[in-house]
């Protein structure tokens, strides 16, 4: 599975941005893909997850009721969309995809066998 980041950019505390990830190769039936991010200084970690298939979305704490993970099944590709963002939100972002997770290993950067390449979201007035 290859994976394709795009979107990140420069947006002011309180705005919106919507990250996409264009998927190709491989199979979609028990795909998990996913949102991961690294702030400067600081260990990657899980921002948004679902099952391609449906079925079920996962977010961190600190994203919940204001990011929303989505995909675009025609397009094949997997969109987060960010609202009400905040300086701590500046981060590279990556998309991530895995076959047959179970729920506990979801937000597991671990549990991810392929990844694309990171969009850098800076939020900063």
Not at 31 to 39: E, H, S, T, Y
Request: hydrophobic share 35%; aromatic share 12%; net charge positive.
């Amino acid at each position: 599975v290859q994976l394709q980041a795009s979107g990140g950019g420069l947006v002011q505390p309180g705005g919106s941005l919507r990250l996409s990830c264009a998927a190709s190769g491989g199979t979609f039936n028990d795909l998990v893909m996913g949102w991961f991010r690294q702030a400067p200084g600081k260990e990657r970690e899980f921002v948004a997850a679902m099952r391609w298939s449906g079925g079920g979305s996962w977010y961190a704490d600190s994203v919940k009721y204001r990011f929303t993970i989505s995909r675009d099944n025609a397009k094949k590709t997997l969109n987060l969309q960010m609202n009400n963002v905040k300086p701590e939100d500046t981060a590279v972002y990556y998309c991530a995809a895995s076959y047959r997770l179970i729920a506990g290993r979801i937000a597991r950067e671990d549990a991810y066998r392929y990844w694309g390449q990171g969009t850098l979201v800076t939020v900063s007035s």
